[in-house]
């Protein structure tokens, strides 16, 4: 075929040349199925071929035209943390929480800061103490060693809140651990039962909600018992995307005194909260 085309331009311009040198354009025609061309002699014994854009057929019955376009958006790196936000009310960043000020790809944004168990009466049983809500402070249980040291609470609530914006979405696990109480309280431990797990869903135009129904939710532990120097699992494993919260009430958070523990004086302990990415997973 390419024979044929060669052989068609050079009869032309040898036509040109006889009529009188003039700059003439001649069609070259191809044979069925090649890509038309067009010759034009420049009047310097050159010519150029230039080949013009295929041409491409229109929607016909059963079979569609497609073309196609482009769309474009940027994301930058976030550098403002997510705030605590109120775990009923998702329209109101919660006050009563400081939040961990963390920022990055997959943060923990906030945990209980403080877990304030109230001023009890020394005994030789074992108790089974409920978190003091702050709310809930009398004269007749007042807040252990001050009211600075209330319980973080909202409305009755403790959460910690998990934000995971990475694009690789890795399986992130979330644990505690209890760093003993002191004196003749080192064996006692926490109990944080029959939390709720929730993701925020809405923004950009949509109300914000709190969705407790999503069947990738993680799944945080019936019973989580802190122990001293143990890590406890929050949550074990997840993928899930966004921000999700783990949520119990004041009322399923106990101090487990052992018997004959229970000493006059003031005790304290630190709770560690570790996010991590599961390796492998």
């Known amino acids: 075929m390419m024979k044929m085309n060669m052989k068609l331009s050079a009869m032309a311009l040898l036509s040109?040349?006889?009529?009188?040198?003039?700059?003439?354009?001649?069609?070259?025609?191809?044979?069925?199925?090649?890509?038309?061309?067009?010759?034009?002699?420049?009047?310097?014994?050159?010519?150029?071929?230039?080949?013009?854009?295929?041409?491409?057929?229109?929607?016909t019955d059963g079979t569609p035209a497609k073309e196609t376009g482009n769309a474009y958006v940027t994301f930058t790196k976030s550098t403002k943390p997510t705030g605590p936000i109120d775990p009923k009310d998702p329209d109101k960043p919660d006050d009563n929480n400081p939040g961990t000020g963390e920022v990055g790809d997959l943060t923990?944004?906030?945990?209980?800061?403080?877990?304030?168990?109230?001023?009890?009466?020394?005994?030789?049983?074992?108790?089974t103490i409920e978190l003091l809500a702050k709310e809930d402070?009398?004269?007749?249980?007042?807040?252990?060693?001050?009211?600075?040291?209330?319980?973080?609470?909202?409305?009755?609530?403790i959460y910690t809140q998990v934000t995971d914006m990475a694009a690789a979405k890795p399986t992130w696990k979330l644990s505690a651990t209890l760093n003993g109480f002191n004196g003749s309280?080192?064996?006692?431990?926490?109990?944080?039962?029959?939390?709720?797990?929730?993701?925020?869903?809405?923004?950009?135009?949509?109300?914000?909600?709190?969705?407790?129904?999503?069947?990738?939710?993680?799944?945080?532990?019936?019973?989580?018992?802190?122990?001293?120097?143990?890590?406890?699992?929050?949550?074990?494993?997840?993928?899930?995307?966004?921000?999700?919260q783990?949520?119990?009430?004041?009322?399923?958070?106990?101090?487990?005194?052992?018997?004959?523990?229970s000493a006059e004086g003031d005790y304290n302990a630190t709770i560690d909260w570790t996010l991590a990415i599961v390796p492998g997973a």
Do not use: C, Y
């Open 246 to 261: 783990q949520v119990w009430s004041t009322k399923e958070v106990h101090l487990n005194v052992p018997a004959g523990a």
């Open 137 to 157: 402070a009398t004269t007749d249980r007042p807040n252990s060693q001050g009211d600075d040291k209330a319980t973080t609470d909202t409305n009755h609530e």
């Open 16 to 59: 040109a040349l006889v009529l009188g040198g003039t700059t003439t354009a001649t069609a070259v025609f191809a044979a069925e199925g090649d890509t038309p061309t067009e010759t034009t002699g420049t009047g310097d014994g050159t010519d150029t071929t230039t080949t013009p854009a295929a041409t491409k057929n229109g929607a």
């Open 108 to 127: 923990l944004d906030a945990i209980p800061n403080n877990l304030n168990f109230g001023t009890q009466e020394a005994t030789a049983a074992a108790q």
């Open 185 to 244: 309280l080192k064996d006692a431990s926490i109990t944080l039962a029959n939390a709720r797990s929730q993701v925020l869903t809405g923004g950009n135009g949509t109300a914000l909600a709190w969705d407790t129904t999503n069947a990738d939710l993680p799944v945080v532990g019936k019973s989580i018992t802190l122990t001293s120097g143990t890590p406890a699992d929050i949550v074990a494993s997840s993928k899930m995307a966004g921000t999700t």
